[in-house]
């Protein structure tokens, strides 16, 4: 596989070998890699937990649970001038 980076790219990676971070480019690469794992894990841990909330609200909902759309909506709004009202 042959991989073209930018110069600002290359930089980095001289820089980092350079502040003796990294034995190598491929140590380097490999930080990097394992970085984009992590976060990509990350990710999905959150995907999946959205969804087990949405559908735990979904079936609050479904036994009438719920609280109405207007009520959530007229307590932001209150909220929202009370901290108005605190900044004059």
Do not use: C, S
């Amino acid at each position: 596989m042959n991989i073209i980076l930018k110069p600002e790219q290359e930089q980095f990676i001289k820089k980092q070998l350079d502040q003796g971070r990294f034995p190598n480019v491929e140590a380097v690469i490999n930080q990097a890699l394992e970085l984009l794992q992590e976060k990509q894990r990350e990710y999905e841990d959150w995907v999946e937990d959205v969804k087990i909330k949405v559908n735990e609200a979904a079936a609050e909902l479904e036994r009438g649970e719920g609280v109405p759309l207007e009520t959530v909506v007229e307590q932001i709004q209150a909220r929202f001038r009370h901290v108005r009202e605190d900044k004059k």
